[in-house]
């Protein structure tokens, strides 16, 4: 999110409010200084594309571009607005800056680009990705990785893919890069809570696509693109596009794929817009130990705690994690841990430098992905039970990953 955009202001408001209490608001967007990760040995610095240029896309070139380490050279967006508003904050040249659906193909011709951060709308990241791999780039993808099966395995292969060429690939989600959630969840895997029982897991928020309602309703292609995360192919849904950072800490905990599902939800309060408004599942995972899952994207009316959070009941204790809030442990093995308030952006700001000294210490294991699909592949089982109502098991949904394809018919190339 880019805090001097109006819209996105409102948004943050909601956001803070909402998923990360009122407390800690200001650090949790990052308008309080993350602790400095500055690049600084004298390696030439790394010539970085953008592919998409919105509000995601805006915020994180300009942490690329403070890290010291990079050099934001090319950006590519389908709309000609958001590419020139974003060229004119982080000074790409008029011959670096690519429109259309295919303009980041060109972006991706330049021999002499390093490495690209993908920040468009979920739909486009399997494809995108895979051609940047093909064309030699390093990769930093938006979570989520893609909206349905087909997408999450590409992604799968083209980490493969950048490991083999020697080129590093790394997905973005801050609570993997925050070490309270790390130390607590090694310290989970190692026993702490003894043996698991049940979990919980949810993502209570308020609606962060206001600014794209008018948009939704129109139709036209152009604005349909405009309003991707109002629109289920384009996102994912909520479960995949946003509830992903709950589902992720759940998958992290278990280490392990659910067995199967149960669900159901819809589009309970809002009247815009192809996504639903709510999800309630229940993952079944080995030995039946169940998590339950809720998320809300609508007005909570002042409901209380909001946000991402996680709980693992175990038999000796039980772990307590919130995006932004505090991660600890209770029980016989006690860990103390401590609050995340600026998660938001230190996640990003890590993550950022994490992928810079990968790349120059060659360090192209690429783990960040097959954590990521498995957990975005979680977020998929949920959806598929909780649309068909019915118990959906993990080994269904690999055997028919059927592709969510979108007419782009209308649209510039
Ligand atoms: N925590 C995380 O890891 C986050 C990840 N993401 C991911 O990043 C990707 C891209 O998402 P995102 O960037 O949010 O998508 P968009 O920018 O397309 O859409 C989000 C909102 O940003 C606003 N916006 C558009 N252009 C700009 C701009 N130049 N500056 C500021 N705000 C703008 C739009 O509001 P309006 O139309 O009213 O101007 C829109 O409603 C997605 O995969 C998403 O899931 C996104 C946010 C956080
Ligand atoms: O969690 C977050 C806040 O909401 C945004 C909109 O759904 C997400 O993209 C982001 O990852």
């Known amino acids: ?22 407390g800690v608001a200001a650090a949790s ?23 998409g240029c919105g509000g995601r896309g805006t915020w994180i070139a300009k942490l690329f571009a403070a890290h010291g380490g990079y050099e934001v050279v090319a950006a590519a967006d389908y709309f000609e607005d958001r590419v020139n508003s974003f060229g004119d904050a982080l000074k790409v040249s008029a011959s670096r800056r690519h429109t259309g659906l295919s303009g980041y193909k060109k972006m991706l011709d330049d021999p ?38 087909p997408g999450c395995k590409s ?69 349909q693109l405009r309003a991707w995360g109002l629109n289920r192919i384009l996102s994912g849904d909520i479960i995949t596009e946003q509830n992903i950072h709950t589902l992720d800490v759940a998958s992290w905990i278990m280490n392990a794929a659910p067995e199967s599902a149960f669900g159901t939800g819809g589009q309970k309060v809002r009247d815009f817009g192809s996504c639903w408004d709510t999800f309630s599942v229940i993952f079944n995972y080995a030995d039946n130990i169940g998590i339950t899952f809720s998320s809300r994207q609508f007005d909570g009316h002042g409901s209380e705690p909001e946000g991402i959070r996680n709980r693992m009941f175990g038999s000796e204790g039980v772990l307590e994690t919130a995006y932004g809030g505090q991660v600890q442990i209770r029980g016989e093995h006690a860990y103390e841990g401590g609050s995340s308030p600026g998660i938001f952006k230190e996640g990003a700001v890590t993550n950022i430098a994490t992928f810079y000294d990968q790349i120059q210490n060659k360090d192209c294991s690429n783990s960040t992905v097959p ?43």
């Open 1 to 22: 999110m880019n805090p001097s955009h109006p819209q996105q202001r409102s948004q943050l408001k909601v956001l803070n409010r909402r998923v990360f209490g009122s």
């Open 371 to 413: 954590e990521s699909v498995r957990s975005n592949l979680t977020t998929i089982l949920g959806r598929t039970a909780a649309y068909q109502g019915r118990v959906v098991t993990w080994k269904e949904i690999m055997q028919n990953a059927e592709p969510w394809l979108i007419n782009l018919t209308g649209l510039k190339t």
């Open 155 to 223: 992604v799968e292969q083209s980490g493969k893919k950048a490991t083999a060429k020697g080129l590093c690939f790394l997905v973005d989600f801050q609570t993997r890069a925050n070490t309270y959630f790390q130390e607590a969840i090694k310290q989970v895997h190692e026993g702490a809570v003894g043996k698991f029982a049940f979990g919980e897991s949810t993502y209570h928020a308020g609606i962060p696509w206001k600014g794209q309602i008018v948009a939704a309703a129109s139709g036209t292609p152009e604005d």
């Open 112 to 149: 002499h680009l390093d490495a690209v951060a993908i920040e468009s709308p979920p739909y486009f990241h399997p494809q995108q990705a895979e051609d940047a791999v093909e064309a030699g780039k390093h990769v930093y993808l938006a979570k989520p990785i893609a909206v349905d099966v």
């Open 29 to 51: 967007i990052g308008l309080i200084a993350a602790p400095a990760l500055a690049q600084t040995s004298n390696a030439p610095k790394l010539r970085l594309g953008v592919i």
